[in-house]
């Protein structure tokens, strides 16, 4: 019996044949993501910068519309209004979260798993449901109106209490991260040298956490500057520049003079971001291989104070979201108490109906499972594809831009350069599907650092080893860089989900008859008066979102239970 053997140079014509094939899959996905940035982010940015510059017929009118704005004392006032805004809110949520973050990870505080639960809360309800529960507390037959001594509450008082309390677990997370990372032995040098808890805390704390403190400042400032949501509900004739937008657009059809404040908007939000980007390359490591993770020791004392100070932002979370629940419930405010359903009967309302929770509920889900997808690979391939560094640099150039983009902008943006004519991608607008973009687009940054930090911590060596054994590069994504980094995974579904479900700036001006959503039926049925079932559909945003990060939590203890036992025996 004889054997035909493939002559040697036939093999490594077959091998460099695969070679070839991998590089060029990968050259493609590199192109093929850097493209997707680019029509979903470069090109609507740069119509909404051309259409700032133009007059109603199209004609270049240079800086023409920027000096009718600047004209109107009005509109140049809402800029004044946003940074005073911004920067008390800032501070409030900045000085609240280094409480509670510091109680949460240096004490032993009693009911420490209850309140970091609870701390959460706001995070999974939509900017615009605190502002509505803000109205049956403190408006004009509030239960606490007398609580202002006479102000009022539609206007800075509300909008900064609302955006507070939306923008609290962002910090409160960012600064909690901050504060873990810390080595134990510069707290041991401290009680050596007999330095007090509180020159300790302002000589070796606050030092060891500055960056946390900066990029948390920044991170809330940008939030409050770019939100729309709680402005629109609750600022009454405070204007803002999110809400000038607004106006323009929907109320007086001036999408030049919309563009303006959009371009406005777009500069201290990208000014906060090259801000943060540079305080963190100035970050260097504090948690070397020879540091000792800090453990908290039981102080009674100590512990029960910081539980008091917590407890009014505990129990100032529980108010807002339990008076939001309990305004949905209530039949006629406040004349008739008895609690009912009655607000839940969306199909009566002006606000899209039911057909808008479901539409929504499409809508996350097809944001999560494309969105996952997407930005995944394209993490991988600025993190793992050799070579080709210039695609690769710009493409994770690219994946930045996103995070200083305010939601408002790129949505008007959108109508600009998907509803041309001219645009051969014309036909998605109106549909489903540019709201999933939109969406993916915008939340697109956070989940590619989070995919990035994930790749990261994988070895090289596996890509180098599965090459020199000639197994495509897809075969190792497969097979072992998706499974290792299914957490990773798992967390960017569960976030783009939720923030679907919650958008409103972002796709405000881009629903249609057929695809409204439910989070713009929150602010429709505001607008027309009808406030309790926006706080019922507010509240059901919110408890879906629960339901559906208990559900992320289930299945993600089943699955990493049986992809992640290589943790536990590499543990052991």
């Known amino acids: 019996m004889s054997v035909a053997l493939s002559p040697p140079g036939f093999l490594a014509k077959n091998r460099l044949g695969k070679l070839g094939l991998d590089r060029g899959l990968q050259i493609a996905g590199v192109v093929i993501g850097i493209l997707f940035l680019v029509v979903t982010m470069v090109l609507p940015l740069y119509a909404i910068l051309s259409k700032s510059v133009e007059n109603k017929d199209g004609d270049f009118v240079g800086w023409t519309n920027y000096l009718e704005y600047a004209s109107n004392p009005s509109l140049l006032n809402s800029i004044t209004n946003s940074f005073t805004i911004a920067i008390i809110t800032t501070v409030i949520v900045i000085s609240l979260a280094l409480m509670t973050a510091y109680a949460l990870t240096r004490t032993c505080m009693p009911f420490k798993g209850v309140v970091r639960v609870l701390v959460m809360g706001p995070i999974f309800a939509p900017s615009l449901l605190p502002a509505i529960s803000l109205v049956y507390l403190f408006g004009n037959q509030g239960v606490l109106k007398s609580w202002l001594m006479g102000e009022s509450v539609y206007g800075p008082i509300g909008i900064v209490i609302s955006l507070a309390f939306w923008c609290f677990p962002h910090a409160v997370m960012i600064i909690t991260t901050a504060l873990s990372n810390t080595d134990a032995r510069l707290y041991e040098s401290a009680r050596a040298l007999r330095t007090s808890p509180i020159r300790t805390f302002f000589t070796v704390t606050l030092p060891s956490i500055k960056y946390g403190l900066i990029s948390a400042s920044f ?3 940008t939030l409050v500057i770019t939100d729309f949501g709680a402005p629109k509900v609750i600022g009454g004739q405070y204007n803002v520049l999110a809400t000038d937008i607004y106006k323009q657009v929907i109320g007086q059809q001036n999408f030049q003079m919309g563009a ?3 371009v406005i908007l777009f500069l201290p939000a990208i000014l906060a971001f090259t801000v943060d980007r540079w305080v963190q390359r100035k970050q260097v490591s504090l948690l070397t ?6 453990v908290p020791k039981k102080n009674p004392l100590k512990d029960n104070v910081m539980l008091l100070l917590c407890l009014p932002v505990i129990i100032t979370i529980i108010g807002v979201l339990g008076m939001a629940v309990y305004a949905s419930l209530v039949t006629f405010w406040p004349y008739n108490l008895e609690l009912s359903f009655n607000n839940y009967q969306f199909d009566l309302m002006d606000g899209g109906g039911w057909e808008a929770y479901y ?7 097809y944001t999560a499972l494309f969105g996952t997808a997407i930005i995944f690979t394209n993490a991988y391939l600025v993190e793992k594809v050799p070579g080709i ?12 831009i996103p995070l200083a983009v305010p939601g408002l902008v790129l949505g008007l943006a959108y109508i600009f350069f998907f509803n041309s004519p001219s645009n051969p991608l014309n ?4 549909t489903l599907a540019i709201l999933v973009i939109c ?7 956070v989940c590619h650092l989070t995919a990035v930090t994930a790749l990261k911590q994988i070895d090289s060596e596996f890509e180098a080893v599965s090459a020199s054994l000639k197994v495509p590069f897809y075969v190792t994504f497969w097979r072992v860089t998706l499974p290792v980094c299914l957490p990773a995974l798992l967390d960017i579904f569960i976030y783009l989900y939720v923030n679907a479900m919650n958008t409103v700036s972002a796709v405000v001006f881009l629903y249609s008859s057929n695809t409204m959503l439910a989070s713009v039926a929150v602010l ?9 079932p926006a706080a019922a559909m507010g509240v059901l945003l919110m408890f879906t979102c629960i339901g559906i990060k208990l559900l992320h939590w289930g299945m993600s203890h089943l699955l990493l239970e049986r992809t992640q036992r290589w943790r536990n025996r590499s543990a052991t």
């Not at 291989?289 to 800090?294: G, N, S, Y």
């Not at 539409?359 to 889900?365: A, H, I, K, Q, V």
């Not at 036909?427 to 109106?430: A, M, R």
């Not at 969406?439 to 940054?445: E, L, N, R, S, V």
């Open 427 to 430: 036909s998605l607008y109106g």
């Open 439 to 445: 969406t993916i687009a915008h939340y697109y940054t």
């Open 359 to 365: 539409n929504s509920l499409e809508m996350g889900l």
């Open 524 to 532: 429709n049925m505001d607008d027309a008066g009808d406030i309790a």
């Open 389 to 400: 560094n210039g695609l690769r640099t710009l493409l994770h150039l690219g994946a930045m």
């Open 260 to 262: 303006v404040v959009s």
């Open 289 to 294: 291989a020879r540091a000792e993770p800090l």
């Open 219 to 221: 991170v809330v400032f």
